[in-house]
């Protein structure tokens, strides 16, 4: 016992020795660390709540409720240095436009930027982010899937499909994609390789059953 209780008193004077105190200045610093590192946690998880959100409102098409989510990300400075929330604005006005239109699309009815005011917002969001080039791979995949997708329902099925070419496929087939990715890829196949009346009609269906 006494081998033992000198062990750990030797210990506990070399540990004392060797431990420099930290007060005053370095000290009020330390602390100061401390509180931005819980800042940044607080941080980090207030943005992951935020885009898990997100991700379910895409994937359950709950489109009216991507605006104000997105003033939520405006505020909290979250993807200030891209376009993503623009990204999400366009992809909402889009989806609303064909729910509105689904007669015209089954009639094969070209939209047009006129008539459609949401679909000419959507396009014209859509062609800000894309000529700015500030969205991460994954993001300016879904924007190019969004735009050949506009391109399709007013005819210009050339242009969609060019769109189709120039996404990165990789990106989008890895393993545990969203919903909503796997939706955007399903219907650039269907751009890519049917005629028009078909990709039309996928797309109807489509939205009809998610």
């Avoid at 605006?67 to 993503?84: G, M, N, S, T």
């Avoid at 991460?136 to 329902?153: C, D, G, Q, S």
Wanted: glycine share 6%.
């Amino acid at each position: 016992m006494l081998i033992d209780y000198m062990t750990l008193f030797s210990c506990s004077v070399y540990q004392s020795a060797v431990t420099p105190r930290v007060s005053g200045e370095y000290g009020h610093r330390d602390r100061s660390g401390s509180r931005a590192g819980m800042a940044t946690s607080r941080v980090s998880f207030s943005q992951y709540r935020l885009e898990a959100e997100i991700d379910r409102y895409r994937a359950e098409c709950q489109w009216d409720k991507i605006p104000p989510i997105v003033e939520q990300l405006v505020a909290a400075r979250f993807h200030e240095d891209d376009d993503y929330g623009t990204l999400l604005l366009a992809e909402a006005l889009l989806e609303e436009c064909l729910q509105d239109n689904l007669s015209l699309l089954r009639n094969a009815t070209p939209l047009t930027d006129i008539n459609q005011p949401k679909l000419s917002r959507s396009k014209g969001y859509l062609n800000s982010i894309l000529s700015r080039g500030r969205l991460v791979p994954r993001h300016l995949n879904e924007a190019l899937l969004l735009m050949a997708k506009i391109h399709y329902v007013q005819g210009c099925y050339h242009d969609a499909q060019g769109m189709c070419a120039r996404v990165g496929i990789d990106e989008l087939t890895g393993d545990e994609q969203p919903l909503y990715h796997l939706r955007l890829l399903a219907e650039a196949f269907v751009i890519k390789g049917t005629n028009p009346f078909i990709g039309r009609y996928w797309v109807i269906w489509n939205m009809e059953n998610t």
